[in-house]
């Protein structure tokens, strides 16, 4: 009841709705919208209320939730159905828990995760309401082989998202979003299969968009969109512009292609024609980046000839700095 009448007071806009029209139109008691605003306004929501004229919105807090990005989400099943949570372990961990239940394009998303998780186990900072925390079930129907391409379609889709609000990232292959050279996003994706057949997998999307400030065994090398370009960027719009790219990359990957995710990936990267070290296990290699193939593999040349790297297990640094 409270989301339908939050939704009703959002679609007047600045016009009041009185508490007779609400009543009407849902069924219930003054008593009981009375008590839905309260709950709205403990919320974070300014209302004001007006005897004999009503109800309207005066603002609505940042918060991540449906009601909120709705306005702006043009997606047919991506993250229209969104679990919202204030905090939780890891929004992969939870989605994946929930996979086999819920429809593809589901989106888990905390406003702080109190244990979030990075590639091969490693730690993903993730403080309360500064973020974008998410994760995105889906249920392609394709060889487990081809997964490792939907970390590539998230990158694109975090990339357009940001250019989307005039924020110029680069992509690291396969995984990482950078701004001036430090990483502002991560990708994680983990899946569930059978020997030739996907189960579910779990895109677990992590920007660091309002952080004031890194830990310092981070700073070198990580960064958020706030100490970047100096100013607070709306993580609804952005969370409404990435979803609404992300649908349209994996629809085109669902055929069977991700040519313009590639196109992005290649046009953006900050790897291309350079000498990068590649990290598999305790194994490592230098090389020289020549490309992304159609694909999604990184073409490199090593001494020994060139070869195309597949992203499943494998870290890459730069020989300059970080990237
Ligand atoms: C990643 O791992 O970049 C994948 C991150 C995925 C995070 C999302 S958030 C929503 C969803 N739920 C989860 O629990 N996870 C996903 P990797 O390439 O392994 O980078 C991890 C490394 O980056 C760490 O070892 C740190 O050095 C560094 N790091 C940790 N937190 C960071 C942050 N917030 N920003 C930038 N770097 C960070």
Same mark, same amino acid.
């Given at each position: 009841?409270k989301d339908?009448?939050?939704k009703?007071?959002?679609l007047?806009g600045?016009?009041?709705?009185?508490g007779?029209?609400?009543?009407?139109? *849902?069924?219930? +008691?003054?008593a009981?919208?009375w008590?839905?605003?309260?709950?709205?306004?403990?919320?974070?929501?300014?209302i004001?209320?007006?005897?004999?004229?009503?109800?309207?919105?005066?603002?609505?807090?940042?918060?991540?939730?449906?009601?909120?990005?709705?306005?702006?989400?043009?997606?047919?099943?991506?993250g229209?159905?969104?679990?919202?949570?204030e905090?939780?372990?890891?929004?992969?961990?939870?989605?994946k828990?929930?996979?086999?239940?819920?429809?593809?394009g589901?989106?888990?998303?905390?406003?702080?995760?109190?244990?979030?998780?990075?590639r091969m186990g490693?730690?993903?900072?993730?403080?309360?309401?500064?973020?974008?925390?998410?994760?995105?079930?889906?249920?392609?129907?394709?060889?487990?082989?081809?997964?490792?391409?939907?970390?590539?379609?998230?990158a694109?889709?975090?990339?357009s998202?940001?250019?989307?609000m005039?924020l @110029?990232?680069?992509?690291?292959?396969?995984?990482?979003?950078?701004i001036?050279?430090? @990483?502002?996003?991560?990708?994680?994706?983990?899946?569930?299969?059978?020997?030739?057949?996907v189960?579910?997998?779990?895109?677990g999307?992590?920007i660091?968009?309002n952080?004031?400030?890194?830990p310092?065994?981070?700073?070198? @090398?990580?960064?958020?969109? @706030?100490?970047?370009?100096?100013?607070?960027?709306?993580?609804?719009?952005?969370?409404a512009?990435i979803?609404?790219h992300?649908?349209?990359?994996?629809?085109?990957?669902? +055929?069977?292609?991700?040519?313009? +995710?590639?196109?992005?990936?290649?046009?953006?990267?900050?790897?291309?024609?350079?000498?990068?070290?590649?990290?598999?296990g305790?194994?490592?290699?230098?090389?020289?980046?020549?490309?992304?193939?159609?694909?999604?593999?990184?073409?490199?040349e *090593?001494?020994?000839?060139?070869?195309?790297?597949?992203?499943?297990?494998?870290?890459?640094?730069g020989?300059?700095?970080?990237?």
């Amino acid at each position: 009841m409270k989301d339908k009448i939050l939704k009703m007071l959002k679609l007047s806009g600045r016009e009041f709705i009185s508490g007779e029209k609400i009543s009407e139109e *849902f069924g219930v +008691t003054r008593a009981a919208i009375w008590k839905n605003i309260n709950t709205l306004k403990e919320e974070g929501y300014l209302i004001e209320s007006i005897p004999r004229k009503g109800y309207r919105i005066i603002s609505s807090p940042d918060v991540l939730t449906l009601v909120e990005i709705e306005e702006e989400l043009n997606t047919n099943y991506i993250g229209r159905n969104l679990f919202y949570y204030e905090t939780i372990e890891s929004t992969n961990t939870f989605a994946k828990k929930m996979a086999l239940d819920q429809p593809e394009g589901t989106v888990v998303i905390a406003e702080e995760q109190s244990g979030g998780i990075g590639r091969m186990g490693r730690d993903w900072l993730s403080p309360k309401g500064q973020g974008i925390w998410m994760s995105i079930i889906l249920k392609p129907e394709v060889e487990p082989m081809e997964v490792s391409k939907i970390s590539l379609v998230g990158a694109a889709a975090v990339h357009s998202g940001l250019n989307k609000m005039a924020l @110029k990232s680069q992509i690291k292959w396969p995984n990482d979003i950078l701004i001036n050279g430090k @990483k502002v996003a991560g990708i994680l994706t983990e899946m569930s299969c059978e020997l030739n057949q996907v189960n579910y997998l779990v895109i677990g999307i992590g920007i660091n968009v309002n952080l004031e400030q890194l830990p310092k065994d981070l700073e070198e @090398k990580a960064s958020s969109l @706030k100490i970047e370009t100096g100013g607070v960027v709306d993580r609804k719009l952005l969370l409404a512009h990435i979803l609404n790219h992300f649908e349209e990359l994996y629809e085109e990957f669902k +055929t069977g292609t991700i040519e313009s +995710t590639v196109k992005i990936c290649k046009d953006n990267s900050v790897l291309l024609n350079e000498e990068v070290r590649i990290i598999k296990g305790k194994e490592t290699r230098i090389g020289k980046a020549l490309d992304i193939n159609s694909s999604g593999e990184l073409v490199v040349e *090593f001494k020994e000839g060139i070869e195309n790297i597949f992203s499943g297990e494998v870290s890459l640094r730069g020989l300059k700095g970080y990237i």
